[in-house]
């Protein structure tokens, strides 16, 4: 299972920006997928998360900002993000909870495939 993130860029205090992750691969299945952040110095932290089934959890501290959505035919989950504050900067990563088969034909679950990061930028 392969995430590619796309949608981060520079945006002013206030801005909005929406955050795009798509799963690919020989996918099984996809319990949840959701979105982290690290921002410089400090430990990655969970932003969103949204099951198969769109129950959605968030931090608090982007209650009411941001929106996480999925759309399971497509194997892919959006995160808007709104009201956007200096202290969202982060490099934003998409994660997910799926089963898929290896390049090698073997069945694999994990709750830690990960895309490459990509960099939000608030300006305040």
């Known amino acids: 299972v392969q995430l590619q993130a796309s949608g981060g860029g520079l945006v002013q205090a206030g801005g909005s920006l929406r955050l795009s992750c798509a799963a690919s691969g020989r996918i099984l299945s996809i319990t949840s997928m959701g979105w982290y952040r690290q921002a410089p110095g400090k430990a990655r932290e969970l932003v969103a998360t949204?099951?198969?089934?769109?129950?959605?959890n968030y931090a608090d501290s982007v209650k009411g900002r941001f929106t996480i959505s999925r759309d399971n035919a497509k194997n892919t989950a959006d995160l808007q993000m709104t009201s956007l504050k200096a202290e969202d900067t982060a490099v934003y990563f998409c994660n997910a909870d799926a089963c898929g088969v290896t390049y090698t034909g073997e069945y694999e679950c994990s709750k830690d495939y990960w895309g490459k990061g990509t960099q939000v930028t608030v300006s305040s």
């Open positions: 949204i099951s198969s089934g769109s129950i959605t």
